[in-house]
């Protein structure tokens, strides 16, 4: 007599081998989220940060040229650096915004604004340079 091999089922090796193929490519797909989370708010960051350098900047630009000091632009610690342009504060961090002025009357001064903060253990900043004509 014949004896029918009716497998119509699938083996318990066949659903962990499927399980496994599954969570390899699920680790790869989450892995790529998380670098793109990242990613997403080092660049709100780096934006936030050169807005407020650009504020400076405009302030300094709209100054006379005798006023153009570093007494009247003093380093500013803890500032806000605002990622999501809301009120929520959450999601902001802390940084640092300098003014750095060189040269005097009659020549053009340069003014360089560095805006630096930390994210993720790393250092990083966003300086802007201009020149002021007398």
């Not at 709100?44 to 504020?55: C, H, N």
């Not at 500013?76 to 902001?92: C, K, M, W």
């Not at 560095?114 to 790393?122: D, I, L």
Request: glycine content about 6%; some cysteine; overall charge positive.
């Amino acid at each position: 007599m014949h004896k029918k091999n009716n497998n119509k089922g699938i083996t318990l090796l066949e659903i962990v081998i499927s399980l496994l193929i599954f969570g390899i490519a699920a680790t790869g797909i989450l892995r790529s989220f998380v670098f793109c989370n990242t990613r997403a708010k080092s660049t709100s960051l780096r934006t936030a940060a050169i807005a407020l350098a650009q504020e400076r900047m405009e302030q300094i630009k709209n100054d006379s040229y005798p006023n153009v000091t570093a007494a009247n632009y003093p380093d500013e610690t803890n500032l806000i650096l605002d990622t999501a342009g809301t009120a929520d504060t959450g999601d902001d961090l802390t940084g640092t915004r300098t003014v750095t002025i060189t040269g005097a009357s009659p020549n053009p001064k340069t003014i360089t604004v560095t805006v630096t903060w930390k994210f993720k253990g790393n250092q990083f900043s966003e300086s802007l340079t201009t020149l002021k004509i007398p």
